[in-house]
């Protein structure tokens, strides 16, 4: 099936008499009438659920659902992005080793480097992945490597396939946070990647009513991750599951839009007075056109940012205009909101750091929706006409 069919039907096999939607199953154990059959689903020889810390049927139907999306063999759905993202790392990299991760980063994908992984011995080395001579000089000596299909906020598009090349020649394995393309938009497995997560809180589930995450990659390093899941307490409850599978399903039709939509009001800020410079990857302005063109064929999702001239007071001015949009510290959802990477995703960096990234005082990170594209670009062009 191609994308759009999959994003559909992927994770179940309906037989006849099946509900069409999943049965929502909150049982945290299953009973057992026969040991020998018990042991055999706990080993994996036999399918099954024994204890929802382990598996969950909600789960399991997410887990698959993202793994054939992606194309990968398994899948693992956690309580949240940063579970996901902090048990790859832990699977890619068990011991301490040097991670060169992507410069322009999420915030809290950097302060858990920073403040979990280098006390624990990990040496951090945050490189501009666009500077392919830079990142060269940096993998020989990582075990690891970071990166975000389209990074956060300034959306910004390494070339995942060279990086992975790269990486592959020396023997360091690719892990990308693929979360504001997800797989219609780009699959970096077949890039080169070795493991790929979402914060599923985002497009994956889609309407700003869940917190989860998913790794995605072989078997065996699923399982690896799946099993320190189970130790450490970090399972995605079978509701939150429920909810991400059903926004998967129209994860199609929504990226096109967002899609659509980003670019439009891209395109119309460029001329807003009061706005210095519009981040979008396939605006032709931007560093990342040549290879977001190639990578992002379908399109480069919703997310896109801009400067104000006039600072955190032009902000709030904006903000307070605004009609239709709304301030929200996450994004993904189905309506148009703003944040300020400035308090909110990139609060842990100093104002130092965050400038060395590009990101200022008036740094505006956009999660344009699905709405009518009129009225979003209306709604940002009367807001900032009173707010500059």
């Not at 204890?51 to 759905?77: I, T």
Request: hydrophobic content about 45%.
């Amino acid at each position: 099936m191609k994308a759009a069919s999959l994003a559909v039907h992927a994770g179940r096999k309906l037989e006849a008499r099946s509900p069409l939607a999943p049965e929502l199953s909150p049982a945290a154990v299953h009973v057992f009438t026969d040991l020998d059959d018990y042991e055999a689903v706990v080993r994996g020889e036999r399918h099954g659920h024994y204890y929802g810390r382990n598996s969950n049927s909600n789960r399991e139907f997410l887990e698959r659902a993202v793994a054939e999306l992606e194309g990968a063999e398994a899948g693992v759905a956690m309580a949240s992005g940063m579970a996901a993202l902090h048990a790859s790392i832990l699977a890619l990299a068990p011991r301490p080793t040097t991670i060169v991760a992507t410069r322009e980063l999420y915030g809290g994908t950097a302060a858990l480097l920073r403040m979990d992984l280098e006390p624990a011995g990990y040496e951090i080395a945050f490189v501009d992945l666009t500077d392919l001579n830079a990142f060269g000089h940096a993998v020989n000596t990582a075990g690891l490597v970071i990166a975000e299909t389209i990074t956060n906020p300034l959306c910004g598009v390494p070339d995942i396939e060279a990086i992975a090349s790269m990486g592959q020649q020396r023997g360091v394995p690719l892990l990308v946070d693929n979360t504001f393309a997800t797989p219609l938009l780009c699959r970096p497995l077949e890039l080169g990647a070795a493991v790929v997560m979402h914060s599923a809180t985002k497009y994956l589930g889609g309407h700003s009513d869940l917190v989860a995450g998913v790794v995605v990659g072989d078997a065996k390093l699923t399982g690896t991750v799946r099993a320190r899941s189970a130790r450490v307490g970090t399972p995605l409850g079978p509701f939150d599951a429920w909810l991400a599978l059903r926004g998967l399903r129209t994860l199609d039709v929504r990226m096109r839009r967002h899609s659509e939509n980003s670019l439009a009001l891209a395109r119309a800020l460029l001329s807003v007075d009061g706005v210095v410079r519009v981040h979008h990857p396939l605006l032709d302005t931007s560093p990342s056109f040549p290879v977001a063109r190639r990578l992002l064929g379908r399109g480069a999702g919703g997310m896109m940012a801009f400067d104000l001239d006039g600072g955190r007071d032009a902000v709030q001015r904006m903000i307070e205009r605004f009609q239709l949009v709304r301030f929200a510290a996450s994004l993904g959802g189905v309506e148009t909101t703003v944040s300020y990477p400035e308090i909110t995703s990139h609060r842990s960096m100093t104002a130092e750091e965050r400038a060395s990234l590009g990101v200022g005082p008036g740094t505006v990170r956009v999660s344009v929706g699905i709405e009518d594209p009129d009225d979003i670009v209306a709604d940002f062009t009367q807001a900032l006409s009173r707010s500059c």
